[in-house]
């Protein structure tokens, strides 16, 4: 079966850009998770994590945004979402108040300079 | 299994993680046609489908959650049923406990019973907007 979703990352500006695309629930949000703190586990700063090419995203995904960005504070990193503006995954985000618990921007570039500024 | 009946579905699948994504994936036609808000539909079965993997089997896919989806000139009523040991808290979850909070949220009205001979029901109504 084709996974649900695709993770990538690469480095703009020296600052590490991971992107989601595709859906995230409960079946992939832990493995999700995993693979983001893999990835992300050497270096310090922040990540900017690009959410605007997921098509789904529910509680499990919430979750897993919130888990990766509690361990992220744990280590004294930064985790910066960015979502699409007036998106579903915008108006869930609005909904549940993790807009005001996460660092959620409408820019990767925004993202990205705001990351690379606090280096 | 896959039953049709001009605007009803009814779909059973194994209580596993999966089985989310495939019910949205066979669910979003039947809600396109009622007129009704898809990421909404969407979202609150998932969240439903979770909740029974999660809560009512705890995550061992050893039952089914069966769904049964019906249309009419108003909306559309999804019911989600399992025969799993309730909707009691599992530490054991990728979640945060925002499932139940996010049916109600994007359902027009939700009732949760509990099913005679164990296991939850889950009904869902979404309304259609006036024509």
């Known amino acids: 079966m084709k996974p649900l979703a695709d993770l990538t990352l690469e480095s703009v500006e020296g ?3 991971a992107a989601l695309s595709g859906e995230i629930d409960v079946s992939n949000a832990t493995e999700l998770r995993a693979r983001i703190s893999e990835l992300t586990a050497e270096g310090g700063g922040g990540l900017a994590l ?70 | 299994m896959l039953g049709m009946g001009g605007s009803m579905r009814s779909i059973t699948l194994e209580a596993a993680p999966r089985s989310a994504a495939l019910a949205r994936r066979q669910l979003a036609p039947l809600a396109k046609a009622a007129r009704v808000d ?37 909306g559309l009523t999804i019911t989600v049923t399992d025969s799993g040991v309730g909707m009691s808290p599992n530490p054991e979850t990728p979640g945060i406990g925002l499932g139940v909070p996010l049916m109600i949220r994007f359902a027009d009205r939700v009732t949760f019973d509990a099913v005679t001979d164990g296991g939850t029901r889950v009904t869902m109504r979404f309304d259609a907007p006036p024509r």
């Open chain 2, 38 to 74: 898809l990421d909404a539909v969407l979202l609150a079965v998932s969240e439903a489908i979770t909740n029974a993997v999660i809560h009512g089997y705890r995550g061992e896919a050893s039952g089914v959650v069966e769904i049964h989806a019906q249309a009419d000139s108003g």
């Open chain 1, 50 to 119: 690009d959410l605007t090419a997921v098509d789904y995203l529910d509680s499990s995904g919430l979750g897993m945004l919130l888990r990766v960005a509690s361990a992220f504070s744990d280590h004294g990193k930064e985790l910066r979402l960015v979502v699409e503006k007036d998106s579903f995954i915008a108006s869930l985000m609005e909904t549940t108040g993790m807009d005001g618990i996460l660092s959620v921007g409408e820019s990767r570039d925004e993202a990205v300079a705001e990351l690379a500024g606090k280096r």
């Open chain 1, 15 to 17: 600052v590490p850009v």
